[in-house]
C-alpha cells in the first residue's frame, strides 16, 4: 500500500499506487496515460464499489479498521454505488485504472481514512474479483436471453410442424421434415452453447478477494465473509493461482463465441433460404434491408452481420488464449488485455441475441415454396424403400429396387410421385399403392418417429426436453444476486458482532 495517504494525493496522476521505493510521484506522464486501463475498467465500478464495501466490512469484523472508520468508509462506498445508479458518480479521471480512481475520490470525500481501505487487499485480488462479479452478470443476462430464445424456437417449432421442407446433406435435397423440427434442430443446438454460459458462470463462482498480491496477508482476513457478502459460493483455493487465473475469463468469451457460432448457422440457413432460388422464407420490411442501388433488393443483412459478428466473438477466445499462454505463474500486468475481450464479449452475443429475436418473427415460411422441394418425390425415396423393409423386405434389395426405380423415372423425365404402381411393380412386386403412399411429404414427415426423429411424437418429446433445459437455465440464471440485492446484503450487515455470552 501506499506511503501516503489517500487523502492528500487526489489530484496527483497515478500517484497513490506509488511510494518512495517506486520513484514517488516521478512516472511519465505519458506513460502513465499509455498503461491506464481506466477507459475499459470503468465499465465495473459497480462491482469495484461494492467489493471494497464488502472488504471494510470484513476488514470491520475481524477489528482490522475500527467501527467508526468503516462506518465512514462503507456508507461512502455504498453512497458512490448509489450515484454510480443514477448515473452522476464523478471520478478522477487521471487515475490508472478504476480501482486508483474509487479510492482517490474516497481520499477526497473521507480525507486520510480512505487510507484503511485497502488493508489485506492487492489490485490483484480486486481486478480478479471485480472480472469475475461483472462476468458473472453478463453471463447470467446472456444466459436468460439465450434461454427466452430457446424457448421461442419451441414455440415455433411446435405451430409449424405440418409444414414440410426438404432436409439437406452435401447441401443436396436429402428428406423430407417438418419445419417446426428445423426449429427443433436451432434451439438444440443454441441450448448446447446456453449450457457452456451456465459453465462460465460455475467458473466465476469462487471469491478472489483476500488473495492480496500473490500470497494472501498476515492479518487475520476472513475470506469466507466476503464471499459471502458478494454472492460467491466460496473463496478461491489458492492466492497464487488466483491473482493469475483468468480461466473464467476464458471460459466466457468461449461460451459468448458458441452462442455466435449457433446463431451464425442458423443465420446462414435463413440467409440461403431467403435468396430467390431457395425461396423458402421471406422476410418481412420490417427486417430486410435494401440496395442503395438495386431498387428490387430485400437483403437479409441481420443475419449476415449475426454470422458476420461470430467473427468477433471467435477473436476474442484467441486474444484470451495467446494471453495466458506462456504467462508465469502469479499476477503479471499483460492480464490487463483481458479487458477488451471479456467486456466485450456481453453486448456483442446480447446484441446479437436480440438481433436474431427481433427478426426470426418476421421470417415467414412460404408453404408452396417449401412443397415444391418435395414435389418430385426423389427426396421420400428412402421412405418407399423403408415401406418395402416393413414388407420384410431386406433393406440392400429395397435400396437398389427404389434406385432403379428412381433412375427411370429420371429417364421418362417425370416425378416420383407420379409413377403409378404397375410401373412401379416392374422394379419391385412390393411396391404397390400402400408402398407408394410412403411419398407423400407430410406422410414421410410424419412416419419418422424414431427417437430425434421428424415425425410429430418425436419431435413433441424434443420440444418437451427443450422447455425443460429453458427452465433449468432461467433458474441458474436466477441464481445469480443483482448488484442492487448485494448492495442492500452488504449495508444491513452487521460491522461489529454482539460478543457472546
Ligand atoms: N490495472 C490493473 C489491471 O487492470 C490492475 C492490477 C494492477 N496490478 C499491479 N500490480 N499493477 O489489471
Known amino acids: 500500500m501506499s506511503s501516503t495517504s489517500a487523502g492528500n494525493t487526489a489530484g496527483t496522476p497515478g500517484t497513490i499506487a506509488r511510494t518512495g521505493a517506486t520513484g514517488g510521484a516521478g512516472m511519465l506522464p505519458e506513460l502513465v496515460t499509455w498503461s ?27 477489528k482490522l479498521v475500527g467501527l467508526e472508520d468503516a462506518k465512514a468508509l462503507r456508507d461512502a462506498l455504498l453512497a458512490m454505488h448509489g450515484e454510480a445508479n443514477r448515473g ?128 494472501g496477508s498476515s492479518l487475520p482476513i476472513d475470506r469466507a465473509l466476503t464471499a459471502r457478502l458478494l454472492g460467491f459460493h466460496r473463496p478461491t483455493l489458492n492466492a497464487l493461482d488466483t491473482v493469475g487465473d483468468r480461466d473464467f475469463s ?25 435468396t430467390s432460388e431457395f425461396g423458402f422464407v421471406t422476410l418481412d420490411g420490417e427486417i430486410a434491408a435494401g440496395s442503395s442501388m438495386m431498387p428490387q433488393k430485400r437483403n437479409p443483412d441481420m443475419f449476415e452481420l449475426v454470422r458476420g459478428e461470430s467473427a468477433r466473438g471467435i477473436g476474442n477466445v484467441v486474444t484470451m488464449l495467446t494471453l495466458v499462454k506462456g504467462l508465469p505463474t502469479g499476477y503479471n500486468r499483460d492480464l490487463q488485455e483481458d479487458r477488451r475481450a471479456t467486456l466485450e464479449t456481453g453486448p456483442l452475443v446480447q446484441g446479437a441475441l436480440r438481433a436474431v429475436s427481433l427478426s426470426l418473427p418476421r421470417v415467414n415460411f412460404v408453404k408452396e415454396r417449401c412443397a415444391a422441394g418435395l414435389a418430385e418425390g426423389f427426396t421420400q425415396a428412402t421412405d418407399l424403400a423403408e415401406a418395402l423393409v416393413r414388407k420384410g423386405i431386406p433393406f440392400r434389395e429395397a435400396y437398389k429396387a427404389v434406385g432403379a426405380l428412381v433412375r427411370h423415372a429420371v429417364e421418362a423425365k417425370k416425378p416420383l410421385s407420379a409413377v403409378g404402381p404397375e410401373e412401379a411393380q416392374r422394379f419391385h412386386e412390393g411396391l404397390d399403392e400402400g408402398a407408394l403412399a410412403a411419398l407423400a411429404p407430410l406422410t414421410a414427415v410424419h412416419a419418422k418417429e424414431s427417437q430425434g426423429g421428424t415425425g410429430p411424437k418425436a419431435l413433441a418429446e424434443q420440444l418437451h426436453t427443450l422447455h425443460a433445459h429453458v427452465d433449468r437455465l432461467r433458474t441458474r440464471a436466477d441464481a445469480v444476486p443483482t448488484l442492487q440485492a448485494i448492495a442492500e446484503a452488504i449495508a444491513k450487515e452487521p460491522l461489529e458482532l454482539p460478543t457472546a455470552g
Open 36 to 62: 491506464s486501463s481506466f477507459e475499459w475498467d470503468r465499465s465495473f465500478v459497480h462491482e469495484d464499489l461494492l467489493g471494497s464495501a464488502a472488504h471494510v466490512t470484513m476488514l470491520a469484523r475481524q
Open 88 to 215: 452522476s458518480l464523478a471520478l478522477p479521471s487521471n487515475e490508472e485504472d478504476v480501482h486508483m480512481a474509487v479510492e482517490s475520490e474516497l481520499g477526497r470525500r473521507l480525507g486520510a481514512v480512505a487510507g484503511r481501505l485497502h488493508t489485506a487487499r492487492s489490485r490483484n485480488d480486486q481486478v480478479a474479483l471485480d472480472l469475475r462479479m461483472y462476468v458473472r452478470g453478463q453471463a447470467a443476462t446472456t444466459l436468460r436471453q439465450t434461454a427466452d430464445l430457446v424457448a421461442y424456437l419451441c414455440d415455433r417449432a411446435k405451430s409449424e410442424r405440418e409444414l414440410v421442407l426438404p432436409a439437406y446433406t452435401h447441401r443436396q435435397r436429402a428428406q423430407p421434415i417438418s419445419v417446426g423440427f428445423l426449429f427443433a434442430a436451432w434451439g438444440a443446438a443454441l441450448s448446447r452453447a446456453a449450457d457452456l454460459v451456465a459453465y462460465a458462470l460455475e467458473s466465476c463462482d469462487r471469491s478472489p478477494i483476500g488473495s492480496g498480491a500473490c500470497s
Open 250 to 274: 476464458l471460459d466466457w468469451t468461449w461460451a459468448g463465441a458458441r452462442v455466435l457460432l449457433a446463431l451464425s448457422r442458423l443465420s446462414t440457413d435463413v440467409i440461403d433460404y431467403a
